[in-house]
């Protein structure tokens, strides 16, 4: 026997827990094949390199308490090759649950490789359709803003020095402002329309008679009077409404049926009416004629009832009153008051109909086929129409995604559209950052396109199988020791904040975001099976803020290292950004410090048991209480149900009990709900050490063949081994 109790030696080691594992991993051949690991593991991409390398493999084979299985190669191939999150996988159906810890902190496969994950889909999405609502607020503004100042106006110059007033008016017309020069503007201003020779009359473009139309300039940049009627103003607005309107917005429908208001007063036969096709556009919508009818024909449907016979649409003829040559009889308007009043009826409903669908089947054709894109070419050639070529006028899905981040498809051509797409945000001197325009790396930002065109898997705030791992132990906080209908509320309540917590971790973009929400954090810190009220924001910021690399820095001198693994399992870098750095290989970076700790921990309980087997036992137990959930906890670990024997001094005949009558067994002599609880802990290894001794008078305990020799293999694996072995 020791010459001390093995509960002295024990708190020897564990009182001050973190320099025991320090001064074990500054031994030297610990600190070379730690440092080995980290140097190497990130190159590693492959399960078949993981394998190949004997120093790397057998370092995390050890540090998941599984050297004695580094033989068993092809088994622990199955092991990595498991599908985590199908419960029937060959990792998820082994008793020995370390086989599914150790697969869980590796991730060959990667994340899902994407053009867009859920999370960036619904912002261009929600982006595209909020830019119809600021397109109509920019409108009413810039009108508002030019009837506020027009008045105001005293000359031609004061006009045209007005940026804000000369873009209004050359938008209004249909005009591109970059172009004009403030000469060329005011030749045409003050143009006499009566005059066939002048200035804008004699202009190539009728918009500039127009625009010369909506002022009163003199020939010289006087006024006689005032720059605009009122009635100018207005129809300066209506065009301007009509020009910059890209979707059938509610503004646009009041500015339509204004114009019709205003022009069919004053119309005098049909064929004027339908040389507006402003107003030819009016009549189509109201009446759902085919777009692609002639003007022309239309003014037939108005008037002659012959023509509307043989086309077969007689409608019309009850809206106006033309003559059947498409004049109008004396002392006849084109409409009457209440013609006027039903046709502005018909029109609303049918515009109305076309806005409630217009946005709605762009944006389900943009999710529809944006998660079949496979490379960037998908994207670039996506069609407009619905495989059933029905809605032959569905907005193209790059239309959508440029729109959503404000950029004109006039502005970028495909090829540059390209290059923006490909290019590495990371690289300053990239084609993208070279533009030096937020729009295009918002647009860069919302894809996952590699440098040649193929998708990748998105940049997220936590890798998928890291979230995975989080999401299973975060239900096995919450529903521990829980049964019946408790453990089903338990389980339906964790299910709703694991499927939140996913979905932040598809959106959030740095850590102050992700601190923002308790909701999230609380997870985090459950899900490690650490109580949230133990932990304040402020300590948590601080944690966040922490060089991982410095020994020095906050998180890395608190007595518990989950923190600096929790910070370490998030892909941020050193401003608090996110970067693909964090994960190389088949590894993210919390997993390989997770396995470092591991690796020192696990050579420390080594060592100990070569004093005294004891020791190494109750660091064990003191290690896996936190996650023991339930009896079979205890069962299904050879070296925990020796702790369990041991503590309440049972024979070995109770392995041969029924599995049932085991598990009644702990659970009357352990409270499982109270395992997180390091005084209930402390408790139970007082009295194991205490039994240990007295159980045990030789130095070499058999305990010790539990925790390295070939008992601690369960039967299970070496079925499963033996079957590989065979080729069954």
């Known amino acids: 026997?020791?010459?001390?109790?093995?509960?002295?030696?024990?708190?020897?080691?564990?009182?001050?827990?973190?320099?025991?594992?320090?001064?074990?991993?500054?031994?030297?051949?610990?600190?070379?094949?730690?440092?080995?690991?980290?140097?190497?593991?990130?190159?590693?991409?492959?399960?078949?390199?993981?394998?190949?390398?004997?120093?790397?493999?057998?370092?995390?084979?050890?540090?998941?308490?599984?050297?004695?299985?580094?033989?068993?190669?092809?088994?622990?191939?199955?092991?990595?090759?498991?599908?985590?999150?199908?419960?029937?996988?060959?990792?998820?159906?082994?008793?020995?649950?370390?086989?599914?810890?150790?697969?869980?902190?590796?991730?060959?496969?990667?994340?899902?490789?994407t053009a867009q994950n859920t999370a960036q889909a619904s912002d261009v999405t929600d982006a595209y359709k909020a830019s119809f609502t600021n397109e109509q607020t920019a409108i009413k503004t810039e009108g508002t803003y030019f009837a506020a100042q027009i008045g105001k106006v005293t000359d031609i110059d004061s006009l045209l020095n007005n940026t804000r007033l000369r873009t209004y008016m050359l938008d209004a017309v249909g005009l591109d402002s970059t172009y004009t020069s403030k000469s060329y503007l005011k030749?045409?201003?003050?143009?006499?329309?009566?005059?066939?020779?002048?200035?804008?009359?004699?202009?190539?473009?009728?918009?500039?008679?127009?625009?010369?139309?909506?002022?009163?300039?003199?020939?010289?940049?006087?006024?006689?009077?005032?720059?605009?009627?009122?009635?100018?103003?207005?129809?300066?607005?209506?065009?301007?409404?009509?020009?910059?309107?890209?979707?059938?917005?509610?503004?646009?429908?009041?500015?339509?049926?204004?114009?019709?208001d205003k022009n069919v007063a004053t119309a005098t036969d049909a064929k004027d009416l339908v040389s507006d096709s402003r107003m030819v556009e009016y009549i189509k919508t109201a009446f759902d004629l085919n777009p692609t009818i002639m003007a022309s024909s239309v003014a037939s449907l108005m008037s002659s009832e012959t023509f509307a016979t043989t086309y077969g649409n007689t409608k019309l003829l009850d809206y106006?009153?033309?003559?059947?040559?498409?004049?109008?009889?004396?002392?006849?308007?084109?409409?009457?008051?209440?013609?006027?009043?039903?046709?502005?009826k018909l029109y609303r409903t049918a515009f109305s109909k076309d806005q409630s669908t217009a946005i709605d089947e762009a944006v389900t054709n943009y999710e529809t086929r944006v998660v079949g894109f496979t490379s960037l070419d998908?994207?670039?050639?996506?069609?407009?129409?619905?495989?059933?070529?029905?809605?032959?006028?569905?907005?193209?899905?790059?239309?959508?995604?440029?729109?959503?981040?404000?950029?004109?498809?006039?502005?970028?051509?495909?090829?540059?559209?390209?290059?923006?797409?490909?290019?590495?945000?990371?690289?300053?001197?990239?084609?993208?950052?070279?533009?030096k325009d937020d729009r295009f790396v918002a647009l860069n930002k919302a894809f996952n396109f590699t440098s040649d065109g193929q998708i990748k898997a998105p940049v997220l705030a936590q890798a998928e199988s890291v979230s995975d791992k989080y999401a299973a132990d975060y239900e096995s906080y919450k529903v521990r020791s829980l049964t019946g209908s408790a453990k089903d509320a338990a389980v339906k309540k964790s299910d709703a904040e694991v499927q939140y917590y996913k979905s932040k971790m598809e959106s959030v973009t740095d850590v102050k975001d992700l601190l923002s929400d308790t909701r999230v954090t609380n997870f985090i810190l459950e899900a490690n099976g650490i109580d949230p009220k133990s932990v304040v924001p402020a300590d948590l910021k601080k944690m966040f803020e922490s060089d991982l690399s410095d020994p020095k820095s906050y998180v890395n001198t608190l007595e518990n290292d989950k923190f600096a693994q929790i910070v370490a399992s998030f892909n941020f870098d050193a401003e608090g950004k996110l970067t693909a750095d964090a994960v190389r290989g088949g590894q993210q970076r919390g997993e390989v410090l997770g396995t470092t700790n591991q690796y020192a921990r696990q050579t420390l309980e080594e060592q100990q048991g070569d004093k005294n087997a004891g020791v190494r036992l109750a660091l064990y137990f003191e290690r896996m209480a936190p996650t023991i959930s339930s009896p079979y906890g205890f069962l299904s670990d050879d070296a925990l149900f020796q702790f369990f024997k041991t503590t309440?001094?049972?024979?070995?005949?109770?392995?041969?009990?029924?599995?049932?009558?085991?598990?009644?067994?702990?659970?009357?002599?352990?409270?499982?709900?109270?395992?997180?609880?390091?005084?209930?802990?402390?408790?139970?290894?007082?009295?194991?050490?205490?039994?240990?001794?007295?159980?045990?008078?030789?130095?070499?305990?058999?305990?010790?063949?539990?925790?390295?020799?070939?008992?601690?293999i369960s039967a299970d694996t070496l079925l499963a081994v033996a079957q590989l072995k065979s080729g069954q």
């Open 1 to 113: 026997m020791a010459s001390i109790s093995t509960y002295t030696s024990y708190l020897t080691v564990n009182r001050d827990i973190k320099s025991s594992l320090s001064t074990v991993a500054s031994q030297s051949s610990v600190a070379k094949d730690t440092a080995y690991y980290k140097e190497k593991i990130g190159d590693v991409k492959t399960v078949d390199e993981f394998l190949g390398d004997y120093r790397l493999y057998s370092y995390a084979m050890k540090a998941y308490g599984l050297e004695q299985m580094t033989y068993g190669k092809a088994f622990m191939r199955k092991v990595l090759e498991s599908d985590l999150t199908d419960k029937t996988s060959f990792a998820n159906s082994l008793t020995d649950k370390r086989y599914l810890q150790f697969a869980e902190t590796f991730n060959f496969q990667g994340d899902k490789k």
């Open 187 to 260: 030749q045409v201003l003050t143009s006499d329309l009566d005059d066939p020779d002048s200035f804008a009359n004699q202009a190539k473009n009728p918009a500039w008679k127009a625009l010369t139309a909506a002022f009163n300039f003199n020939t010289d940049g006087t006024i006689n009077g005032s720059i605009q009627t009122a009635d100018q103003t207005e129809d300066l607005n209506l065009d301007y409404v009509y020009n910059k309107s890209t979707f059938p917005s509610d503004l646009l429908a009041d500015a339509n049926k204004r114009y019709w």
């Open 320 to 344: 106006f009153n033309f003559e059947t040559d498409g004049s109008l009889a004396s002392g006849n308007t084109a409409q009457t008051a209440t013609q006027t009043a039903d046709i502005n």
């Open 378 to 435: 998908d994207f670039l050639v996506s069609n407009k129409k619905d495989d059933d070529k029905k809605n032959d006028d569905v907005t193209e899905v790059w239309d959508v995604a440029l729109r959503a981040f404000g950029i004109d498809p006039d502005e970028v051509s495909q090829s540059e559209l390209k290059r923006i797409l490909t290019s590495d945000l990371s690289d300053r001197k990239s084609y993208v950052n070279s533009l």
């Open 648 to 712: 309440f001094n049972l024979p070995k005949s109770i392995a041969n009990m029924d599995v049932t009558k085991q598990a009644d067994l702990v659970n009357s002599n352990i409270d499982i709900s109270k395992l997180q609880d390091p005084e209930y802990v402390s408790k139970l290894l007082k009295r194991f050490t205490a039994l240990y001794d007295v159980q045990n008078n030789a130095s070499q305990s058999p305990t010790l063949s539990i925790l390295t020799g070939g008992a601690s």
